[in-house]
């Protein structure tokens, strides 16, 4: 099993930054992905950004925050970071940190933090 806690969301005005963290716990050395959701109200939960092969240093990002946010992670403190700059009024949701672990058969195990709210308003 693998716990995730998240924080780092708040209040921020429009232009403005906020880092979120992902601290994961438990069965670390499982994981295979790690990545950054968001769901704003009424929609579809949405990938924001992820680092499909942890420890390759490779990272996606979604066309909407291409250039304004960075996917991290620092593997001493067992923790990912979302740097989000340049943030607009569209970027409020809650954001959940995910991560990944693929099992026998290539089945596909997701685990979920609880979500930490941005919004961004003036």
């Known amino acids: 099993q693998v716990q995730l806690v998240e924080s780092g969301g708040g209040l921020v005005q429009p232009g403005g930054s906020l880092r979120l963290s992902c601290v994961a716990s438990?069965?670390?050395?499982?994981?295979?992905?790690m990545a950054w959701y968001r769901q704003a109200p009424g929609k579809q939960r949405e990938l924001v950004a992820d680092m499909p092969r942890v420890g390759s240093g490779s990272t996606n990002y979604a066309n909407s925050v291409k250039g304004r946010f960075t996917i991290s992670s620092d593997n001493a403190k067992n923790t990912v970071y979302l740097q989000m700059n340049s943030l607009k009024p569209e970027d409020t949701a809650v954001y959940y940190c995910?991560?990944?672990?693929?099992?026998?058969?290539?089945?596909?195990?997701?685990?979920w933090g609880q979500g930490t709210q941005v919004t961004v308003s003036s």
């Open positions: 438990g069965n670390i050395f499982s994981i295979n992905a």
């Open positions: 995910n991560a990944k672990r693929v099992g026998v058969g290539l089945q596909i195990y997701n685990y």
